[in-house]
């Protein structure tokens, strides 16, 4: 089974739905990661959490809200989608930094977006 | 501000052809540098780290260097299967957070 899954992968939508995307993860990490990825754009951080209780905002954060509902599951909600928000969205998880590693980030198969 | 530039954005390459990516950064008290492999349609997934100029990492065909202002991803005789998009990515200052290239797309074609 993978360590890092979301639901859905693919998800088409029309402008001004509410629409949530889920990460569950199996790693025992208790950092979690929101990313967009767009062409010619790179990955770009959303929302990020160290644990239950801490919730962070990344560079593009307008327009979307997150959920820390347990150390395993990470949710990312567009509130009002619009088309701009078409993407492929990423989940990741890391572990705490240690004196030999940083805590490299694992990702998930990612969702891909359309708003309509 | 920091930033995170790879070069080329694309690369074809033919079998056993060996060459090398470029990472070039600019970024506040770098705390490493990381590689990722991404397939079409699925997750980056996780190559190297390297923390400090000098370091250098391999697996398989790939060696992954660091100088004081660019990494290089070198590719020593590419297979087909080595074809993906290959990205870069910095963590500095005091942050957990990563700051991503926007990668280079390789093509080994037999």
């Known amino acids: 089974d993978a360590d890092v899954t979301q639901t859905p992968r693919n998800r088409i939508t029309k402008t001004g739905k509410r629409i949530m995307l889920e990460c569950s993860q199996t790693?025992?990490?208790?950092?979690m990661y929101w990313y967009r990825q767009d062409p010619g754009l790179g990955l770009r951080l959303i929302y990020y959490s160290f644990d239950v209780k801490d919730i962070n905002k990344g560079e593009i954060s307008d327009g979307y809200s997150v959920s820390r509902q347990a150390q395993a599951k990470f949710s990312l909600s567009l509130e009002s989608a619009i088309p701009n928000q078409t993407a492929l969205y990423f989940c990741?998880?890391?572990?705490?930094?240690?004196?030999?590693?940083?805590?490299?980030?694992?990702f998930g198969p990612g969702t891909r977006l359309t708003v309509l | 501000e920091d930033q995170v530039t790879q070069s080329p954005e694309a690369l074809r390459l033919q079998e056993g052809e060996s060459s090398s990516l470029n990472c070039s950064y600019t970024v506040s008290g770098l705390r490493g540098l990381f590689w990722y492999r991404q397939d079409p349609g699925k997750g980056p997934e996780f190559l190297f780290t390297?923390?400090?100029a000098g370091e250098e990492k391999e697996k398989e065909r790939l060696k992954a260097t660091l100088t004081k202002k660019e990494s290089f991803l070198h590719i020593t005789a590419p297979k087909p299967e080595d074809s993906a998009t290959y990205l870069c990515?910095?963590?500095?200052?005091?942050?957990?957070?990563?700051?991503f290239g926007t990668g280079t797309r390789l093509q080994v074609f037999p």
């Open positions: 990741a998880t890391s572990g705490p930094w240690t004196g030999v590693s940083l805590g490299e980030q694992f």
């Open positions: 790693k025992g990490h208790d950092r």
């Open positions: 390297l923390y400090s």
């Open positions: 990515a910095v963590q500095a200052g005091n942050t957990d957070k990563l700051i």
